[in-house]
């Protein structure tokens, strides 16, 4: 099982980025799939989910409206566009199996992956 997470960078407040996560060893297709963040010096936090169809998705209240989550299961990816993103946005994005639960959802099996690091400057 690997989910490997793709495309940070450093951009200006207001600009956007459109993460990838690559999965294998699995089929994504039977599986929700989150991200999470991971600022400095703070704990770990869930961002956004998605269920294993796309019908249902979840957002944490600072990112919704300025993030997108979706899937494309015949090419094992799941993305998260970033939209007018702000310095509280800088990151080390991961991507994971996830079990949906109501008003949140919940890192499931798997590593966590290197992640990829989003800078935004203010």
């Known amino acids: 099982v690997q989910l490997q997470a793709s495309g940070g960078g450093m951009v200006q407040a207001g600009g956007s980025l459109r993460l990838s996560c690559a999965t294998s060893g699995f089929r994504l297709d039977d599986y929700a799939i989150g991200w999470f963040r991971q600022a400095p010096g703070k704990e770990r936090e869930v961002v956004s989910c998605i269920s294993e169809s796309g019908l249902s998705t979840y957002y944490e209240d600072s990112v919704r409206g300025r993030f997108g989550i979706s899937r494309e299961n015949t090419r094992n990816m799941v993305y998260l566009q970033m939209d007018n993103l702000k310095p509280e946005d800088t990151a080390v994005y991961y991507c994971?199996?996830?079990?949906?639960?109501?008003?949140?959802?919940?890192?499931?099996?798997?590593?966590w992956g290197q992640g990829t690091l989003v800078t935004v400057s203010s």
């Open positions: 994971a199996v996830v079990k949906l639960r109501v008003g949140t959802c919940l890192k499931d099996f798997g590593s």
